[in-house]
């Protein structure tokens, strides 16, 4: 079985400030793949990024860049000088070859203040 | 316009009524997907279908059914609602493919249970 842990409830912090939202996952496969979703308050929930597993390449996109470590079955996402816009429910979720659902983590609230 | 489009956005009902939540999507893709979300929980599946003739329960499947009607459209009834169904839930699509496969949800349905 498949089990994503977000073990950050809430973080706040003032624009401007970085923070780092922690994902850690387990599984027996050793093909899988690893995405975060953003839930805004008002709502939806809107796709990030999706990284397989045999590739451990940190990827960069803008204000976010996300750091794969197989070592230590983790998938941490990092906002870089966070903005207002960035408050909303961060989801961490993995989903191996075989499967056909997505696990999700629990979830993280960011606010980010003014 | 959304690809994946939820309705009704929101809904308040009474306990044991009959309630039909309705998703449709113009992205062609073959697999769609109910979960719900409750605080703290992240977000469950209740059904899936790989296409028109294949339905499949998920983690969390009594009490609810499912209709799929087209590749397009896909449908989720509670029989008879109760309180502890009040909850948020999301359709989703996605491709089959391991290297394609990531879901996209639709804008969420609340759905509200007296």
């Known amino acids: 079985a498949q089990k994503v842990t977000q073990a950050q409830t809430e973080i706040s912090v003032v624009e401007k400030e970085d923070v780092t939202l922690d994902c850690v996952y387990e599984?027996?496969?050793?093909?899988?793949?690893l995405f975060w979703y953003k839930q805004p308050p008002s709502g939806e929930l809107v796709f990030l990024i999706r990284?397989?597993?045999?590739?451990?390449q940190n990827e960069i996109s803008g204000r976010y860049s996300w750091n794969f470590q197989k070592s230590t079955s983790s998938f941490n996402f990092t906002i870089t000088a966070s903005q207002v816009v960035d408050s909303a429910v961060y989801f961490c979720?993995?989903?191996?070859?075989?499967?056909?659902?997505?696990?999700f983590g629990a979830g993280t609230t960011v606010t980010v203040r003014a | 316009d959304a690809d994946v489009t939820q309705t009704p956005r929101n809904r308040i009902t009474k306990t044991g009524k009959r309630i039909m939540l309705e998703c449709s999507q113009t992205?062609?893709?073959?697999?769609m997907y109910w979960y719900r979300q409750d605080p703290g929980l992240g977000l469950r599946l209740i059904y899936y279908?790989?296409?028109?003739?294949?339905?499949n329960k998920g983690e969390i499947s009594d009490g609810y059914s499912v209709s799929r009607q087209a590749q397009a459209k896909f449908s989720l009834s509670l029989e008879s609602a109760i309180p502890n169904q009040t909850a948020l839930y999301f359709c989703?699509?996605?491709?089959?493919?391991?290297?394609?496969?990531?879901?996209?949800f639709g804008p969420g349905t609340r759905l509200t249970v007296l």
């Open positions: 599984t027996r496969d050793t093909t899988y793949y």
């Open positions: 979720a993995l989903r191996t070859i075989n499967d056909y659902k997505l696990s």
């Open positions: 989703a699509t996605s491709d089959p493919g391991p290297s394609t496969d990531t879901q996209y």
């Open positions: 992205k062609g893709h073959d697999r």
């Open positions: 990284r397989n597993s045999f590739d451990e």
């Open positions: 279908s790989f296409d028109v003739k294949d339905i």
